[in-house]
């Protein structure tokens, strides 16, 4: 029982480090380790059915019609992760973003070959939904940010919209809030200061959000299960344009043309994928990282398989 809750829980420590950072996502975690399918069902059997056993006061019943237990190993680990990981990952990410993008490159890159993979027959609707899948994220990365924005109804979609993101493989919750303006007021102040007026509209954004959209997904995978593979496996190859390592950034500016400032800080609007300009010693490191990536993806794919 206690490798079982340890287990789960580091695959939630995985998905809650990767809902971190814009650009990677939590559900493409959760499909690389092998619990995505039942994290969704999971979510959606909160049902009328488990209502009423919660009214009926039987816990019991209700945890097994919910596999509560797998989900409370789970959703420990995103938030031990992204309670413990949001001051790391903003200090690393001031000093050494090439290196943190690379890691991940690689990491999303085995990625697609082994989600892809699972793919059982590969059909003309299939390649359409990867085509589809790709373009759709490539067309995300590419849109500007919205500014910050503190209503209360506005943090509630921000919550929804950032949930749903995050249990889709390859679409980054974290860059969806990152393009509605509100990544760092969410993800990194209102986190690190535990700003409870800004962190509740989200949570609840977030509960309605995540059994709403396990429905949807739960329906798509049991009807359409290869092309749902096939969408997914686009939305994580398109995300590697926004996971490329080296980036410019475009600051935000004013109608004058001034920069905007947040906290005597240059605002971010966008990154932009450049090419490094010499083949240098920083180059070789992020390469060695990617491949460090790669081979993170292939040892979980390799232990999922014995465990088989």
């Not at 975690?29 to 069902?41: C, D, K, Q, V, Y």
Request: with cysteine.
């Amino acid at each position: 029982m206690l490798k079982y809750f340890i287990i789960n829980m580091l695959k939630g420590v995985g998905m809650g480090i990767a809902n971190v950072i814009p650009g990677v996502s939590g559900g493409t975690i959760a499909l690389i380790t092998g619990i995505f399918e039942r994290l969704i069902h999971a979510l959606k059997s909160f049902d009328l059915k488990a209502l009423k056993l919660i009214l009926k006061g039987n816990i019991r019943e209700f945890a097994s019609h919910t596999d509560l237990y797998f989900l409370l190993c789970v959703f420990a680990g995103v938030l031990v992760a992204v309670f413990s990981v949001a001051r790391l990952f903003d200090y690393l990410f001031t000093h050494f973003p090439v290196y943190i993008w690379s890691y991940f490159f690689g990491l999303i890159l085995a990625s697609v070959y082994y989600v892809g993979r699972s793919v059982e027959k590969w059909t003309t609707g299939v390649v359409l939904a990867l085509i589809a899948g790709t373009a759709i994220a490539i067309v995300i990365s590419v849109l500007n940010p919205a500014v910050e924005n503190r209503n209360f109804f506005y943090l509630i979609l921000c919550g929804i919209a950032g949930v749903c993101s995050m249990i889709l493989p390859g679409i980054s919750g974290s860059f969806i809030l990152l393009l509605m303006g509100n990544y760092h007021l969410i993800a990194i102040e209102a986190v690190n200061t535990l700003n409870f007026s800004i962190l509740m509209p989200v949570a609840m954004g977030i509960i309605v959000g995540l059994i709403g959209f396990s429905h949807f997904l739960s329906w798509v995978f049991r009807k359409f299960k290869n092309q749902t593979i096939g969408i997914l496996t686009g939305f994580i190859l398109g995300s590697l344009l926004i996971i490329w390592p080296w980036k410019e950034q475009i600051l935000a500016l004013d109608p004058g043309g001034n920069v905007l400032m947040k906290g005597g800080v240059p605002l971010v609007e966008r990154y932009e994928a450049i090419l490094p300009e010499t083949f240098s010693a920083e180059v070789i490191t992020a390469l060695v990282i990617s491949l460090l990536g790669v081979g993170t993806i292939y040892l979980i794919e390799t232990l999922a398989l014995e465990k088989k």
